[in-house]
């Protein structure tokens, strides 16, 4: 059984680095809050269409890290080198892919999801250079995925420290114009972005070349393409990948239906948005080291390990996320005030804080067994979980905003029908479902 040691030093370093990788959209936040609506609402649309693309790869990074995590815990140590190339091939002519299609189409896109002229254009211009870190942010989340699935994390805390500071700075540089840079606003805020994730992948390659032995774990097996390594790979990650994107294409859904309620709703969801990644980011860090916990189980032929470790993990889970719900929930105002020094958006936001609160207690749990799931290699039935979900998630999104334009509190709700079905149906599967000999 593991430990609460084992837990802690696995998910700890995790947490770090998924802090850095949304600190980019929480200082972005932060920052244009005090630009102004439009610019808050353009960097929340534009921003999730960039994280609906980045979800791809990082479906395709945690299907990686299963396996990796499986050969790992089997101690066929030089199966994990050529995974890992192979998927950050795959992932750097995904960028190549993606980045065309959203450079020539940003516009068209956005004339699409986007019903006011002024908001379109900005979160255009947005996204035109934002779509630069698909190639750094897409290599990125390979590195993460190795060292998740040989559990030596340690090296995600330092990547976090730089990453989030690389932003921070530049951020302040580039949006404001101090320091003798020019004043460029959300444009600026698209460039600090992609410099921190390219700042982020240097290291990644620097750390692993002089820390990491390359030959026990195959990393200089390179030969070019394996397809066949390759297609075993996409038979566990594709679905993690389709899950992934429709997950987060949903909830862009979300803030088109708010954006068609009103410029200001739309501002108060990004600041609410904001607060909901912070909450979102110990619960992923957990949940993402259950998925190798469970995967590495496996590998070891320890199966009867897997439903202790995932109720262990939930329940520090609640723990954590009960302490930060009360938290905001007993000062609103000063965390909103983060965000925003406009006293409309403040009162209007405190409402939306309390559902949010709510509906993380229920994440805290619902997303530890959904990976869970996803550890077991069975991440078919994850997809299918997901697709059942989001069907009534989005259904319950388009008659309450863009039909009933309900307040922007009561659209999200949303979330709490959205982690109650997830903990209902994942916890369904592991008491039924047949995973123990899942073989990846």
Known sequence: MYTNKQIRNVSYPIFLSLLAQNIINVTDTAFLGRVGEVELGASALGGLFYICCFTIAFGFSTGSQIMIARRNGGEEYKQVGPVMIQGVCFLIVLAVLLFALTRFFSTDIMHVLISSDTIMNAAADFLNLRVFGFFFSFANVMFRAFFVGITRTKVLTLNAILMAVTNIILDYL?????????????????????????????????????????????????GGFDFKLLKRILNISVFTMMQYFISMSTFLLFFIAVERIGQHELAIANIIRSIYIILFIPVNSLATATSSFVSNAIGAGQTNQVIPVIRKISGISFFIMALCALIICLIPHYVISIYTNDPTLIAGSIASVYVIAGAMLICAVGNIVFNGVSGTGNTRSALLIEVIILFFYTIYIIVIGMYLKMPVHICFTSEIIYYGGLLTLSAFYLKKGNWQNKRI
């Open 174 to 222: 580039l949006i404001f114009g101090h320091g003798g840079f020019p004043e460029m606003g959300l444009e600026g805020a698209a460039i600090a972005s992609v410099a921190a994730e390219a700042v982020s992948i240097l290291f990644f390659v620097v750390y692993t070349r002089f820390t990491v032995d390359i030959r026990k774990y195959g990393l200089n097996q390179f």
